[in-house]
């Protein structure tokens, strides 16, 4: 998240290859975990907010639509103030057949839906957002986030569809991995293409 914002912080530059000293830990449960220091930085760029108890559940799994949310504060961050802007700002009817008007998340992802981020499973339009979230599609979601904002650095903010096409928007990120590696397990997988973009030009290691 630290490279899409450009290492900007509240403070000044920050490397996104590094992570500041925390002196507070924002969550009870996270003390001793071997990823504290990433966790309070999230909380500290907003990104996260952890549950109504005071806990962030380190080891529990991601559901779709909490990482929905944690791509989307990201959004509101780094993408153009028109383009904010131009979001829907409520929900009227469902983004999704199984996500009701109602629900916590459906404004996050309907948003994520109208700036092409994230879109129905195919053949059943379903979402899933209690569904836990796969790495390829957490991939996914960044990496149509990063072009949502190359495509908004080349101006094309009037069109109705934000990213008209990846080759377009894709040639306004600097590739910052020379020489990304090679997967050994996805081929075939709906991802693979993505997964090659995204090494490439946005320079993310998947963990």
């Known amino acids: 998240m630290a490279q899409l914002q450009g290492g ?3 403070g000044g530059t920050t490397d996104p ?12 449960d996270i003390r001793g975990n071997r990823y504290a220091n990433q966790i309070a930085r999230a909380s500290q760029l907003g990104l996260i907010s952890g549950f109504p108890d005071g806990t962030f559940q380190p ?9 929905v949310s944690i791509v989307m504060q990201a959004a509101a961050q780094i993408l153009p103030t028109s ?34 981020i994230v879109s129905g499973d195919f053949g059943t339009g379903n979402f899933r957002p209690d569904s ?5 599609e957490l991939m996914a979601m960044l990496y149509k986030l990063a072009l949502v904002d190359a495509d908004a650095g080349v101006g094309d903010l ?3 569809t934000p990213v008209p096409g990846q080759e377009q928007a894709a040639s306004g990120i600097i590739p ?15 991802a ?3 997964s090659g973009r995204w090494q490439l030009s946005v320079g993310w290691p998947l963990p």
């Open 8 to 10: 900007q912080t509240g």
């Open 192 to 194: 693979k293409a993505l």
């Open 59 to 67: 080891t529990s799994p991601v559901t779709r639509e909490q990482a």
């Open 132 to 136: 836990n979230v796969s790495r390829a």
């Open 83 to 116: 383009l904010i802007a131009a979001r829907p700002q409520s929900v009227t009817s469902p983004p999704f057949p199984d996500v009701p008007a109602s629900r916590w998340s459906a404004l996050k992802i309907l948003q994520a839906k109208s700036l092409g």
């Open 17 to 28: 290859g590094t992570t500041p000293p925390v002196v507070t830990l924002p969550f009870n």
């Open 176 to 190: 910052n991995v020379p020489n990304p590696p090679a997967f050994t397990d996805i081929g075939g997988h709906w």
């Open 158 to 160: 009037e069109s109705p």
